[in-house]
């Protein structure tokens, strides 16, 4: 059964760095999703990317962050300069076929900043 | 704005059924969605069920909506270790987006 990647599944970074989360959707999916869940917390939509843009964000995606599909396998989150609270487990998913039958997630990326 | 809440905790015997609520705000939503998620894995979609229905049954799975009182839950009948997960209730955020919004999920403990 086809598979949504992330890498790496741990990542721990300093307070002030840049991190890049990877994933590679399934390939002929059309949409893609970041989500991110607070340790305890809701499951929260980041951004949506369709046709190589953005086609909508929550606010939370402020410009700290953004999106990237670099070369049309992988579709990248990038942190400018992490603070403590985006410390959280990220997932990234993506569809093809429409809202109504879901989305594949990914196993998520642990983001631990200290 | 849209929330979605459910109650945080559920633990069952093997072989009892296991019911979990949720409560959705958006009585415009068309789709609401049942996820699980085992440890260290993705959100996996379970089942899903259309605005115009009151009940879905999928074998061991039967979704319940009450659109008046914004109510949706998920039955499970014959429970087994292997349901052992969190369970999230999603419904779409907005009108016209395909973004989700999430409950906190409901773990489920299935004893033996």
């Known amino acids: 059964e086809p598979e949504v990647t992330q890498t790496p599944s741990h990542q721990v970074t300093q307070m002030g760095q840049e991190v890049i989360l990877r994933c590679v959707p399934i390939s002929n999916h059309l949409y893609f999703y970041w989500y991110r869940q607070i340790l305890g917390q809701k499951v929260e939509f980041l951004v949506s990317f369709y046709n190589n843009e953005i086609s909508e964000k929550s606010e939370i995606f402020d410009d700290q962050f953004s999106v990237e599909r670099p070369d049309g396998s992988n579709f990248t989150l990038k942190i400018r300069s992490t603070k403590l609270e985006d410390s959280a487990m990220y997932f990234c998913a993506s569809d093809g076929r429409g809202l109504v039958y879901g989305y594949t997630f990914g196993s998520g990326t642990r983001l631990t900043v200290v | 704005g849209e929330d979605v809440e459910q109650s945080l905790f559920l633990s069952v015997r093997e072989g009892d059924s296991s019911v979990i609520n949720c409560t959705y705000t958006?009585?415009?939503?068309?789709?609401l969605y049942w996820y699980k998620q085992e440890p260290g894995a993705g959100l996996q979609l379970l089942t899903y069920?259309?605005?115009?229905?009151d009940m879905k049954q999928d074998q061991r799975l039967t979704v319940l909506l009450n659109k008046k009182d914004k109510h949706l839950s998920l039955r499970i009948a014959d429970t087994q270790t292997g349901d052992s997960a969190i369970y999230f209730c999603a419904e779409p955020l907005g009108q016209a987006g395909t973004a989700l919004i999430f409950g906190k999920g409901t773990t489920l403990s299935v004893s033996s």
């Open positions: 069920i259309f605005s115009n229905m």
């Open positions: 958006d009585s415009s939503s068309t789709y």
